[in-house]
């Protein structure tokens, strides 16, 4: 296995890693559900494929590479999706995202947009 | 470098233990069980090559698929309990 | 840990999903000791189904578990009591992989020095469970059908006149229908790999089985129980189970007709190993059919109640 397939597996597999803990990081410290559910839905699809990409790089080519394409492909379709259901059940159950309320108005984004 | 983003992926999974337990509502209880069960996935499939299990990327394809319908399944039961009778009916079919 | 949680917990839904959690750390137990069927089946029943079916049932029931009202003390004596005698005859057994121990001895060198040989392929526990063990395997799924058949008897599947194609219950999920509609023949095909490939890799009929049933349990959740139902009506699913069964029964009884014992594969073609391995895939897809009809089954008679106020 060459040194350049080698370092880019490593590269992958540590963003991949550290990508997976900032999620986890946010999945606990955020203050409302829909900041959670941005947090762990983004860092995970990105995550996901990232760490994938870095186990295909270390293995032959083979039936096994070509799972592992498959799962990549079903974690990128699904992920968004679960993640986009969950939202949109929690907007339908009436959770309201919290919104910080300034004083003065900063015409900033409208944070209660879902 | 397999090993640490094995780690990292054992640290992700206890943090959204953690949030597990602790979400207030259950929509984090859910939100923290699927994000448990992609890292799940992410687990056997680096772990399974580090430890040489055969066919391990059977058992992690199969995991990833019954997680999104667990987490369908959630929803379905936990949210949209009434069910038949309001139901948006064809005009709302993509 | 998980398991003194589920116990302790009286919201039955977080019990639910501890026991989707369980299953899963069960799975990956297995995996480490190298049994990769059983962590399949382990994981695609314990993490897909069984939760699935729960939460069903809870939609039925009380989320809240009612406080028993009869003093538990006897319970705990004869727990205690079993456990203690348990113990007792654990101390007995061999360890874990010790090569003198008893189930290491008599047959099993057999199967593993000629199974490869006799059966004609790679998978030696495809090969124990379908030929060597077919009998075992037999009962096994003569049993699931009568569980399928219990269900119906004390459930039975309502007929219900609102249960018509295109009321949904997810109802305003556009991107979840489109990603699910596109999904769907994947998993269908995953499933019909998982069913065939059982001769080389993990798989064979009970985890393919289940993953056919998932799919179109993921096409009912989404969807609603009416379109699930065109799909796949009930009357059908009554037929295929038995199918199944007569399927796996019927290859036993050519082998009786031909002069063998019961489920003597190698009758079956000209050569015996290629009778075996044919005898296998019938088999196996005998448990396929059955375990996939019972376990819409029993979906279908759990989900298609309302709660009655």
Redesign the interface.
């Known amino acids: 296995m060459t040194a350049v397939l080698e370092s880019l597996s490593s590269l992958c597999l540590l963003l991949g890693g550290v990508l997976c803990i900032t999620g986890g990081v946010g999945l606990l410290r955020m203050p409302d559900f829909f900041s959670r559910v941005h947090a762990s839905g983004v860092t995970d699809t990105l995550a996901a494929p990232l760490l994938l990409i870095g186990l295909l790089l270390q293995m032959e080519w083979s039936l096994d590479s070509v799972k592992v394409i498959l799962i990549l492909m079903l974690v990128l379709a699904t992920n968004p999706t679960a993640t986009h259901a969950m939202a949109k059940a929690t907007l339908h159950g009436g959770q309201q995202p919290l919104v910080f309320d300034d004083e003065e108005s900063t015409g900033g984004e409208d944070t209660s947009k879902p | 470098m397999l090993t640490a983003a094995i780690v990292a992926i054992l640290v992700t999974m206890f943090l959204a233990l953690i949030r597990t337990f602790l979400g207030p509502t259950e929509y984090d209880r859910m939100l923290a069980a699927n994000s448990f069960g992609t890292k799940t996935v992410l687990l056997i499939a680096l772990g399974g090559y580090a430890l040489s299990w055969n066919s391990f990327l059977d058992v992690a394809l199969l995991y990833a698929l019954l997680n999104f319908v667990g987490t369908i399944a959630v929803m379905r039961f936990f949210e949209y309990r009434n069910a038949p009778e309001e139901g948006n009916g064809p005009e709302s079919a993509a | 840990m998980i398991a003194v949680a589920a116990i302790v917990l009286s919201d039955l839904?977080?019990v639910v999903?501890l026991f989707?959690?369980y299953s899963?750390l069960t799975?990956?137990l297995f995996?480490?000791l190298?049994a990769?069927d059983v962590?399949?089946t382990e994981?695609?029943v314990g993490?897909?189904v069984t939760?699935?079916l729960m939460?069903?049932s809870?939609?039925l029931t009380k989320r809240w578990e009612a406080m028993p009202r009869r003093n538990p003390l006897m319970g705990l004596l004869v727990v205690g009591i079993t456990g203690a005698a348990l113990v007792y005859a654990v101390q007995d057994a061999p360890l874990l992989g010790d090569p003198a121990a008893p189930v290491h001895q008599h047959v099993t060198p057999r199967y593993i020095e000629q199974g490869e040989a006799e059966v004609g392929m790679p998978n030696l526990v495809t090969a124990v469970l379908a030929s060597y063990r077919g009998y075992d395997t037999f009962g096994e799924t003569v049993v699931i059908f009568t569980a399928g058949l219990a269900v119906l008897l004390l459930l039975g599947i309502k007929d219900d006149p609102?249960?018509r194609p295109?009321?949904?219950?997810?109802?305003?999920?556009?991107?979840?229908?489109?990603?699910?509609?596109?999904?769907l023949p994947?998993?269908l095909l995953?499933g019909l790999y998982?069913q065939f490939h059982g001769d080389f890799?993990?798989?064979g009929g009970f985890?393919a089985g289940v993953?056919f049933a998932?799919a179109l349990?993921?096409y009912d959740?989404?969807?609603?129980?009416?379109s699930a139902r065109a799909v796949m009506p009930p009357r059908w699913l009554h037929r295929l189970a038995a199918i199944g069964v007569l399927v796996y029964g019927g290859v036993g009884v050519y082998s009786l007709l031909a002069g063998r014992p019961f489920l003597d594969y190698s009758v079956l073609a000209h050569n015996p190993v290629h009778g075996q391995h044919l005898g296998v895939l019938l088999v196996e897809l005998g448990v396929g059919i059955a375990v996939f009809s019972v376990v819409l089954l029993i979906f279908y008679a759990f989900s298609g109640r309302?709660?009655r106020r």
């Open positions: 839904f977080a999903m989707g959690v899963l799975a990956a995996m480490n190298h990769v962590a399949f994981a695609a993490a897909g939760t699935v939460l069903s809870l939609h609102r249960l295109g009321m949904s219950a997810i109802g305003d999920q556009v991107v979840l229908r489109l990603v699910v509609k596109a999904l994947l998993i995953f998982v890799g993990a798989g985890q993953i998932t349990v993921l959740l989404v969807f609603g129980e009416g309302s709660r």
